[in-house]
């Protein structure tokens, strides 16, 4: 992955792959669209990217999610449930859900929420057994590309450091689907912006604020460490760099520590030289809990979002409304 933002030259040849890609995932994407999709009698929320890696979908889910209850409505959530494994699906989280049954994204998104949501790699499913629970508008997590399940909104989150690295489709570069697929979509969100990328569509920016340190444990958020802490950071995640990077922004000294996105964690995993504080990203967390010690954290970050970004969505979602209750009063 390094290699497809750091711009390196043997990527090149991986080019014909790339075509080949972009050619089946058209095809894909037209045939889906065409005569497969699905459309579900509630407002459907799409929240993606173009593409792979860590972009900030979650913290902005959660933060939609949270948008929505204070709007009165009953949103939940579909999701992949990427790294979870179940006997059954289409799965209703619950407070004994583990994340090695959900995935960490999913139980993340209802611990922080307590809106539904349901796993299963049939969306579809997963959207029906919402509706069942009482839901009134749903959201899908990383499912841009997913176009079986028809779609009133979408929202795409562009990572506001890396960009679109080399602007090659997989295995070539990491993108999905091409940037001019930003045309298409109905608000994008750049996150984490250094400096504004040149993306010729409207953008509204976000920023991850970190808003307490939390104990894996049972117990109270501490206060932020001192200046100049030391301290063992954890990270699971697509791009590690930017929860490290907001380590030091809180003047911390992170000893830095990279596994898989999505790794599933054991002890010997935390055998440390040094003795330090713990500090993971709430997705990790999840998975810690069952093991973790007294001073083990993870920083809770909220998306930070302008007000124009939720006077927009909402003229989205009150379209969408009007429009699922007018096919309601048609039929």
């Known amino acids: 992955m390094d290699a497809w933002y750091g711009k390196a030259r043997w990527t090149l040849w991986l080019l014909p792959l790339a075509l080949l890609y972009r050619l089946v995932s058209c095809l894909r994407a037209f045939w889906l ?18 593409t792979v890696g860590g972009t900030g979908k979650t913290p902005l889910l959660i933060a939609l999610v949270s948008h929505l209850q204070a709007r009165g409505f009953k949103p939940g959530v579909v999701s992949r449930g990427y790294g979870g494994r179940s006997a059954h699906y289409p799965l209703l989280l619950n407070e004994q859900t583990r994340a090695e049954e959900s995935g960490d994204e999913p139980l993340t998104i209802f611990q922080r929420t307590g809106c539904p949501v349901c796993v299963g790699s049939d969306r579809v499913a997963s959207a029906h057994t919402l509706m069942a629970s009482g839901c009134d508008i749903l959201l899908s997590d990383d499912g841009l590309q997913h176009y079986r399940l028809g779609r009133d909104i979408e929202i795409v989150v562009v990572d506001g450091i890396r960009g679109f690295g080399n602007g090659f489709s997989l295995p070539s570069g990491p993108l999905r689907e091409p940037v001019s697929r930003l045309a298409s979509v109905d608000l994008i969100v750049l996150n984490s912006a250094r400096e504004m990328p040149l993306i010729p569509y409207a953008v509204h920016s976000m920023s991850m604020q970190p808003v307490a340190l939390q104990p894996l444990l049972a117990g109270k958020a501490k206060e932020f460490f001192p200046d100049g802490e030391r301290v063992h950071a954890v990270a699971g995640i697509g791009n590690p760099e930017r929860f490290f990077s907001t380590l030091r922004q809180l003047q911390w000294k992170p000893v830095t520590h990279v596994f898989p996105d999505h790794h599933n964690y054991g002890v010997g995993d935390f055998q440390f030289a040094e003795k330090l504080p713990i500090v993971m990203t709430e997705k990790d967390a999840v998975k810690c809990r069952a093991f973790a010690k007294d001073d083990w954290f993870f920083l809770q970050v909220e998306a930070a979002l302008p007000n124009d970004f939720f006077t927009a969505f909402d003229q989205l979602v009150d379209r969408s409304l009007l429009s699922h209750f007018s096919k309601t009063d048609i039929q």
């Open 33 to 50: 669209k065409r005569f497969a999709q699905k459309k579900i009698p509630l407002p459907v929320i799409v929240v993606g990217n173009i």
